[in-house]
């Protein structure tokens, strides 16, 4: 029985993976999809895709390999995913993309490796409370170990309170450029007292080019919108540096 395993590696990890799944099949030719390129044609029996999760999902490079393959569509088909927490919907992707070929994925499973999480931030953009109540509950229910929310540009008043028990830090910039809109003073304090109660880390980035303060409105210049947010000394940063 012809058996072909195609991967993707930026680690080494599914690489390695490949070679011990094709040693315990008793062989197989194992191909770099890298090398390989687009619009590959294989007839093997037995087909199998290995590759690492990125952000709950198949690597674009592989679904362009998969999307533009040949592949004889009466093969066995299977997926082992790479992870340090979950595979999110790459199977589902993977079969998804065979589907479209008259094919189906036979067997999909995640093979868990040492997790990077702690050293990884994710963040979350939130210009006002509209696109905050849509984004983050989906924000929120992502494996994500570290979240952050950036709010920026800060587009209006936003209450934050709900989502603030899965967030860790909040940045708040307003908006740059001649077309500007009004970053408002009140708004990143109303921010700023929400992380104090939280116990969530803050740091208001810039002003925006139009920063309203005590009732008036500032045109900012540009190489100074940082150093002015600075001066307000309303950051709550501690120890920790963030960006």
């Given at each position: 029985?012809?058996?072909?395993?195609?991967?993707?590696?930026?680690?080494?990890?599914?690489?390695?993976?490949?070679?011990?799944?094709?040693?315990?099949?008793?062989?197989?030719?194992?191909?770099?999809?890298?090398?390989?390129?687009?619009?590959?044609?294989?007839?093997?029996?037995?087909?199998g895709f290995v590759f690492p999760s990125f952000a709950w999902g198949m690597p674009n490079m592989f679904y362009d390999f998969i999307k533009s393959g040949n592949f004889n569509k009466d093969a066995y088909f299977f997926t082992i995913v790479i992870c340090g927490a979950s595979m999110g919907g790459?199977?589902?992707?993977?079969?998804?993309?065979?589907?479209g070929k008259g094919a189906k994925l036979s067997y999909g499973k995640q093979v868990k490796m040492v997790s990077n999480y702690d050293n990884v931030n994710l963040g979350c953009t939130v210009e006002n409370q509209e696109l905050?109540?849509?984004r983050l509950p989906l924000f929120l229910s992502y494996p994500i170990k570290r979240r952050f929310v950036a709010c920026?540009?800060?587009l209006g008043a936003i209450d934050l309170s709900t989502y603030l028990h899965g967030i860790v830090h909040v940045s708040v910039g307003g908006e740059t450029g001649r077309e500007a809109r009004v970053c408002d003073y009140d708004w990143v304090l109303s921010l700023r007292e929400q992380c104090v109660k939280a116990d969530v880390t803050f740091?208001?980035?810039?002003?925006?080019?139009?920063?309203?303060?005590?009732?008036?409105?500032?045109?900012?210049?540009?190489?100074?919108?940082?150093?002015?947010?600075k001066e307000l000394g309303i950051n709550i940063l501690g120890d920790k540096k963030w960006f």
């Open positions: 029985m012809s058996t072909t395993i195609y991967y993707f590696t930026a680690t080494g990890n599914s690489l390695q993976a490949a070679l011990d799944i094709a040693e315990g099949l008793g062989g197989a030719e194992v191909i770099s999809v890298s090398r390989a390129g687009k619009n590959v044609k294989c007839d093997s029996e037995v087909i790459s199977a589902r992707d993977v079969d998804t993309l065979l589907r905050a109540d849509y920026a540009p800060l740091w208001f980035k810039n002003t925006g080019s139009f920063f309203k303060r005590d009732g008036v409105i500032q045109k900012i210049n540009p190489f100074k919108q940082n150093s002015i947010a």
